[in-house]
């Protein structure tokens, strides 16, 4: 509208200019995202939410990931392939006596988890499950959970000795048999309460406490498991209060969680994220704020993008530019790959080739005269993509989608990052938009 032959006149400089375009349409947009997402959340709370995903999804939920590892008796145990697509996750064998165990290491305990409430931590899951036999209808795998602390080691078992099976000695063996007269005098054969049924808020649940916080073990047998199903496991905090009495030794991680499938013909596949400790429990209306957040970091490039080129560019071209700019961020991945030249059948040369000749792309490559030709020419063009690279901004690093969707926690210090990744990527873009202001002849 020419507006902007008004506004030079003025004494303003040229970047309040900018700026106040970018804070007033920023503004209006944030009114815009508030009242879409409080509408959004009226909306989800009144139409009702299955129990299931109540349970899954409804919430949000602050993990405490360990790193996982996998062991057996041979040393370089590291899971099984099972052939998926995916190599996500790794496998372990089902069988009463196999050695074969996935451990999560735990290398920090927070000191809240020793007062948690009712005594008991969360533990939750979610494992793979590939059947190498039927195995029984309608029913899961059975698996075994053992949890110990640095004050109970455990120790690999021996080739050499056959007789001990699949099972993981204590490394302390008098330790073990201290541990079994305890929970015999806590416990008497001839009572109906056992370790594995106690319940929180039990008197058989403090016993079992008791148990924890002496020897730093606990376990539980034979819990059924279904394939890609959340699964709650509550584990006496007496655990955690016996991990902080003392520091570890050097290398020794205060917390471990051991599983073995227990099975036959089953094989057990998980990954790092698939077993954590639960914290705490946020409020699903939070944590979708939270998603806004970053939703509104999205729409800060927009504007800026837009405001930038506007001062210099018309409309139209202002519009295709930021909008080629945003779009082309969510294509992140595949640009870094070009930038690279790591393409599987080489660069867009390559695969033009390839198309022309109706080669597959993992055909091996001809040494040819002319193959050697375009495979400069990828490099050539892997160079000035690398170049164009550092103008995209990364998109899909504003997007908290998956974590909603999937009832896990939003950081704060995660939006804090975002805001100074949005700031610090516009900040270049609007000096750039202050000097093409400041050449632009307009008449005055």
Same mark, same amino acid.
């Given at each position: ?140 795998? $059975? ?130 994220? $698939? ?102 020419? $990828? ?66």
């Amino acid at each position: 509208n020419q507006t902007i032959h008004t506004v030079v006149t003025k004494p303003v400089e040229r970047f309040e200019i900018i700026l106040g375009r970018f804070f007033g349409y920023v503004a209006l947009l944030t009114l815009m995202l508030a009242g879409l997402t409080a509408v959004s959340l009226a909306l989800i709370e009144v139409s009702g939410v299955s129990p299931q995903a109540a349970e899954q999804s409804f919430t949000a939920r602050v993990p405490i990931r360990g790193a996982l590892d996998f062991k057996s008796r041979r040393e370089n145990f590291e899971g099984t392939n099972v052939g998926r697509e995916f190599e996500y996750r790794k496998y372990i064998a089902g069988h009463p006596q196999s050695p074969q165990r996935a451990i999560w290491n735990f290398p920090a305990v927070p000191s809240r988890l020793a007062s948690a409430a009712d005594d008991r931590v969360p533990v939750e899951f979610t494992f793979d499950i590939f059947r190498l036999t039927k195995g029984e209808e309608n029913r899961g795998v $059975d698996v075994s959970f053992r949890f110990v602390t640095h004050h109970c080691p455990q120790r690999r078992p021996e080739i050499a000795r056959e007789g001990e099976g699949g099972d993981w000695p204590w490394a302390d063996p008098q330790a073990r048999e201290r541990y079994a007269a305890a929970v015999k005098a806590a416990f008497p054969p001839a009572g109906r309460d056992r370790p594995e049924t106690a319940r929180p808020g039990t008197d058989a649940w403090a016993r079992v406490n008791k148990l924890a916080e002496e020897f730093g073990y606990f376990e539980l047998r034979g819990k059924e498991v279904y394939n890609n199903r959340v699964v709650t496991l509550d584990v006496p905090a007496g655990l955690f209060r016996n991990a902080l009495k003392d520091a570890p030794p050097a290398g020794a991680p205060p917390f471990q969680v051991f599983v073995k499938c227990e099975s036959p013909g089953q094989m057990l596949g998980m990954a790092g994220p $698939d077993l954590y400790l639960l914290e705490a429990n946020r409020t699903f209306a939070q944590n979708y704020v939270k998603w806004a957040v970053g939703l509104w970091c999205r729409l800060c490039l927009v504007v800026g993008l837009a405001v930038v080129f506007s001062t210099y560019l018309p409309g139209v071209l202002s519009l295709l530019g930021a909008g080629l700019l945003y779009v082309t961020g969510y294509f992140g991945d595949f640009i870094r790959d070009v930038a690279l030249n790591r393409n599987v059948g080489g660069g867009a040369f390559g695969a033009f080739k390839n198309i022309v000749n109706a080669e597959p792309a993992t055909a091996p490559t001809a040494d040819a005269g002319g193959t050697s030709i375009l495979a400069v020419l $990828d490099k050539l063009m892997a160079w000035g993509v690398r170049r164009f690279q550092n103008l995209i901004p990364d998109v899909e690093q504003f997007g908290w989608s998956h974590f909603v969707a999937e009832g896990f926690n939003v950081n704060a210090e995660y939006l804090v990052l975002n805001v100074l990744l949005m700031a610090g990527y516009l900040l270049p873009w609007f000096v750039l938009g202050y000097y093409l202001l400041r050449t632009r002849e307009v008449a005055g």
